[in-house]
Nanobody
Framework: QVQLVESGGGLVQAGGSLRLSCAAS????????MGWFRQAPGKEREFVAT????????YYTDSVKGRFTISRDNAKNTVYLQMNSLKPEDTAVYYC????????????????WGQGTQVTVSS
């Protein structure tokens, strides 16, 4: 098993930036594909980004391409989501997740989840 703890959320004005972190413990971090998901009030949870165990082949949902960057530092057991040019539509609770499968955007294929961190983007 693996335990995940997100941090870095907060309130930011439109056009600003935040960097989310997800610290992992309990298992070998490099064994897992990592993903970021988000859920806004009244909406379904949606995929944001994913990255392989090696840090290669990152993949993003269309709405964040060019603005968000997912990365990982296996030596620190941490995955990051750098969010630039934030929009009010990005407001949501952001979750990191882990899976032993290869890259996937499907939330039901992720086995471990963090508690979430709130991101609020004001107009």
């Amino acid at each position: 098993q693996v335990q995940l703890v997100e941090s870095g959320g907060g309130l930011v004005q439109a056009g600003g930036s935040l960097r989310l972190s997800c610290a992992a413990s309990g298992r070998t971090f490099s064994s897992y594909t990592m993903g970021w998901f988000r859920q806004a009030p009244g909406k379904e949870r949606e995929f944001v980004a994913t990255i392989s165990w090696s840090g290669g082949r990152p993949y993003y949902t269309d709405s964040v391409k060019g603005r968000f960057t997912i990365s990982r530092d296996n030596a620190k057991n941490t995955v990051y989501l750098q969010m630039n040019s934030l929009k009010p539509e990005d407001t949501a609770v952001y979750y990191c997740a882990a899976t032993i499968q290869t890259l996937t955007i499907r939330d039901y294929e992720y086995n471990y989840w963090g508690q979430g961190t709130q991101v609020t983007v004001s107009s």
